[in-house]
């Protein structure tokens, strides 16, 4: 699955076009490198998130290709590590 798709599919973004935004800036990393949208993500893969205020690190523990309800949403990740950035 694309990257973009996964990030709206599992409600860490609302819009693939917020997410492909910071892709395209560098702010999100899969597996601590630089990627395109269309990148292809698989379980296991650690997708590291850099916004304003925090930089936050998911696994991907699950896939799916369709939209979710968002308790099954939040099952497709798992937060290993958060930090709030200072400036």
């Not at 650690?46 to 979710?68: D, G, M, Q």
């Not at 099954?72 to 400036?87: C, D, G, N, P, R």
């Amino acid at each position: 699955m694309r990257l973009d798709k996964f990030l709206k599919i599992s409600l860490i973004f609302k819009t693939r076009n917020s997410a492909e935004k910071l892709i395209n800036n560098n702010k999100i990393l899969v597996n601590d490198k630089t990627i395109k949208p269309a990148v292809k993500i698989r379980v296991g893969d650690i997708i590291t998130v850099e916004t304003l205020f925090k930089k936050t690190k998911y696994l991907v523990i699950s896939i799916s290709e369709k939209n979710v309800s968002k308790k099954e949403a939040k099952e497709l990740t798992k937060v290993i590590s958060e930090e709030k950035l200072e400036f």
